[in-house]
Structures are given as C-alpha cells and as structure tokens.
C-alpha cells in the first residue's frame, strides 16, 4: 500500500506535516535549499511542482474563501522538479529509502518513468535523485540507465550495486548542501556541444 | 475579489466543474488539445502543472485511502504550462478574457510574473497566451513584452491594442487547434543558432 506523500499511519491515524514529505523529509529539503541558492546565485532555476490532488467538493463559506472539503492525492504523472540550467530543461524526482540493500521501483510510478522517458526524448536532461539513508549516500541516475534497468532486469528493485557503477554518487556539501548540478555539468561536458554530441551518439 | 479557478459563485453556491477552470475553460481546453497533438506527433512535450492547494486537514477512513478534508486555493508562484520544444524549455500562462478592449493585469499574480522573468533569465522561452473572448482573438506575448509593458506603462491593464501591436495572433486551426508552436517558430527563427543570436542580442 502506498501513502501519498506527508502521511504517516500510526495506528490508524493519520499524522499530516506542513512540509509533506514522508521519507523525502530530509532530502527535499535539501534539494530546496540548494535549489534557493542556485537561484539565488543565477546559476540555476529549478523548482518544486505542486502536489497533484484531485478536488471533489469545495465549500464557500465565507466572502472570499473557497475551501476545499474533499480531495485525494492522485497518482503524480510528471515529476517533482523541473527547471532550467545553463539553457537546458531539467527534470527529476527525488527519493529517499531506508533499505541497505535496494532501491524499490515501486516508489517510482508509470507515469513519471513515461515522463522522464518523454523529457529524455524530447532533449531534457531527465533523472533521478535517491537516498539510501542508512548510508547517507546520494545518487543521480539518468533516466536513461533508470530504464535501461527497468527493461533489461526482471527485479523490482534497483540494487545498491547498480547506483554504485551506474548512477554518481552526490557527495555533501557545504553551500550548496546537495551540488547536483556539478554532476549535470560532468554528464553535459561543460559544453553544448559535447552535450549534444553525445545525445546524438545515444539516441 | 478572485476565484480560483473553477470556481463558479452562484447566489452564495458553489459549483464544482470536474475539468476545473473559470473563464479559462475553452482556452484550457483548446490549449490541452492541441498538446496531447504535439506530444502524439512527437512534436514537443507540453504539460499542465496540478493546481497549488494547502492542505491543512488529512482524514484517514478506510484502510487505503487519506482524505483531504481542509485544503485551500493557493496563489500560483508559476505558470500553468511548461515544457519541451526543440530542445527548449517553453513555459506559459493561459488566460481567457471577457473584456471587450483590455486585459487586466490582476489576471496574471506577481510571483508568475516573477517566474517569467527567470524562465526568460535561464533562456527559456516564456510567454503568456491571452484570449479576448468577444472578439474570438488569442494572442501569444513574449514574456520580455509584458514585463516591458508592466515596467512603463502604469495602466493596469494591458490594452487590445497592445496585443495587435507586440504580440503573435494565433489563428485557430483545425488540427492542432492552437498551432502556437507555428508561432514560437517564427520567434526562435527555426534555428537554434538565430534564437541565440536574438537572446544575447536582447539580453
């Protein structure tokens, strides 16, 4: 069973934070913080998608307040972030897990693996964020490789090993906490040119 | 006062339409239409980001489903629409009008504005589509223009006229119904090499 972002069974009640993030907790805030200080820097500008939440019944109980009275969280079809970075479109969802062992796919859904799939098509750089908490280590893996895994493997779950020689590794940092786009410009080349070369050469 | 979108009043009701827009609901619609297009032919990628909404109440009844039971509209820091083009980042805001002779700029919040203006910043290509409704004309305008005009002018609220003068008709078409990538076209000059050109030379 899945919970949608923010909630936490406990005994069957719920428990709703106001930063809504289950496991994500820690590295979303991280990711924001240093996307703030990417914009802040005008080196990048990357931002958070809302949550998709599907409204059924709004009330009005006063002059100017709508308040929505029902809603469920909906299955997310895009990503979390997007933005832009050196011109280019940037995409990405961001995980944490506490297992030691593997990344199970199904934190990541159909639809935003056909996302990523789509942005990768149409010349985006698309990837995901993931945290193995336990320990403490951040990769970033190309949607390109998160699919090749998807149609190659038989496995629901991408092990610890395959982050370890096929994503990069995110090492922590100061300011900016989380400095992916070191990593984006690695995968890019430094250059336009070397960027679109090798995404020639791959297609 | 502002309602958010799909939200009717009606004698102090509210009326809840599921595909959720106010004015916005034929241009939306058209503008969804002609993206599904884009992404069949492998055009371009072009989404609907989900509607910002705090919530601030979660109910837990049954055994797999969380409740929203409190939520507000938020105001949107960005836009309604980006994605992928050529390689490009194309991000936009869609409004309807029912005004004869203006488009108010009240349409349009300060953080999308603000948003824009970095989308444009991080050379992406930002836009606003307007549709004046009574005379059945829709307009694409470069975010450069509208922050140009919202700098000089102290109207607030941008004039048909403007629109004839600084932005792109874009007539409708069978299919796609809003070819206004026919337009973004023109703008980027086919090439990549002419948009660059055309952004260092205005930046």
Chains 1, 2 share one sequence.
Do not use: C
Not at 105 to 133: T, W
Not at 154 to 169: C, G, T, V
């Amino acid at each position: 069973m899945n919970y949608p972002n923010g909630i936490k069974k406990r005994e069957n009640k719920i428990i709703y934070e106001t930063n809504y993030s289950n496991r994500g907790m820690v590295l979303e805030n991280e990711l924001n913080i240093s996307n703030e200080y990417y914009k802040a820097i005008d080196k990048a500008y990357i931002f958070k998608k809302p949550t998709p939440i599907k409204i059924t019944k709004v009330n009005y109980p006063s002059r100017n307040k709508a308040v929505i009275t029902e809603g469920y969280f909906t299955t997310p079809s895009t990503t979390d972030y997007n933005g832009l970075y050196k011109g280019k479109y940037i995409d990405f969802e961001a995980k944490e897990t506490k297992s030691k062992t593997s990344f199970a796919l199904s934190n990541i859904h159909e639809h935003q693996i056909e996302h990523l799939k789509n942005i990768d098509k149409h010349k985006g750089i698309a990837f995901i964020i993931v945290r193995f908490s336990y320990h403490n280590k951040t990769f970033l893996l190309m949607a390109k490789d998160l699919i090749k895994y998807i149609i190659t493997e038989e496995r629901k779950s991408i092990p610890l090993s395959y982050f370890e020689k096929n994503a990069y590794e995110i090492k922590e940092n100061y300011t900016p906490r989380l400095d992916y786009l070191k990593i984006i410009d690695q995968i890019i080349g430094g250059t336009e040119y070397e960027w679109k070369k090798r995404h020639k050469k791959e297609k």
